[in-house]
Structure formats: structure tokens, C-alpha cells
């Protein structure tokens, strides 16, 4: 059975920063893109960012230079350090596994919260 779980929410102020944790089992971790998308009250849910098994990355515009997405193989595990965060960063976040022919899962998601 495959897990996908997500921690590392919480609320901040403006300017702080949090890193969200995912740990995946029931799969070959190595095989699967990683990625982190987010759902923000009233949007539709967005891409953030992408870690492909290789380890290459990839971020939408509005993270770039604050965000930085890792993963660990040896630990099944991929992290989102999330820097200078903003009111706009505020939603759920879900982790994603993904591998063409092998499977897309989902975690529950995790609520990061930026206020003032």
C-alpha cells in the first residue's frame, strides 16, 4: 500500500520560513518525479515546484529564489525549504509522486498559513 505524508505546516509571519517534509512508502521512491503543489483559498491548486528522480528541478515563477525542493532516496523522503514567505504563499500543501506507467499518488496535504 502506498503512503504519501506530508508535514511541516504552520503559521508564520511574513518574511519567515518553514521547510515541509514528505515521506513516501509502498513505492521506488528513486523511480518517481517529486513534486509540491499548492492549494490557496479561492485558486485553483497550482504546480510550486518538481524534483525529477535525476534530481534536476523546476519552480513556478513566483518561488523561484525562495524555494528550493530536495529529496533524499536513501530515506524516501522530499522536503520543500520554503524562504521569505509571503501572505500569497498561504494554501494546503500536497505532495505528489509521480512515475509514467507506475503511478500518481497523493498525500493529504499539509496547511502553511502566512499572516500579519
Known amino acids: 500500500q502506498v503512503q504519501v505524508v506530508e508535514s511541516g505546516g504552520d503559521s508564520v509571519q511574513p518574511g519567515g520560513s518553514l521547510i515541509l517534509s514528505c515521506t513516501v512508502s509502498?513505492?521506488?521512491?528513486?523511480?518517481?518525479?517529486l513534486m509540491w503543489h499548492r492549494h490557496a483559498p479561492g485558486k485553483q491548486r497550482e504546480l510550486v515546484a518538481t524534483?525529477?528522480?535525476?534530481?534536476?528541478?523546476e519552480y513556478t515563477d513566483s518561488v523561484k529564489g525562495r524555494f528550493t525542493i530536495s529529496r533524499d532516496n536513501a530515506k524516501n523522503q522530499a522536503y520543500l525549504q520554503m524562504n521569505r514567505l509571503k501572505s500569497g504563499d498561504t494554501g494546503v500543501y500536497y505532495c505528489?509522486?509521480?512515475?509514467?506507467?507506475?503511478?500518481?499518488?497523493w498525500g493529504q496535504g499539509t496547511q502553511v498559513t502566512v499572516f500579519s
Open positions: 509502498g513505492i521506488m521512491f528513486s523511480a518517481y518525479y
Open positions: 505528489n509522486a509521480y512515475a509514467n506507467y507506475r503511478g500518481d499518488f
Open positions: 524534483i525529477l528522480s535525476r534530481g534536476l528541478t
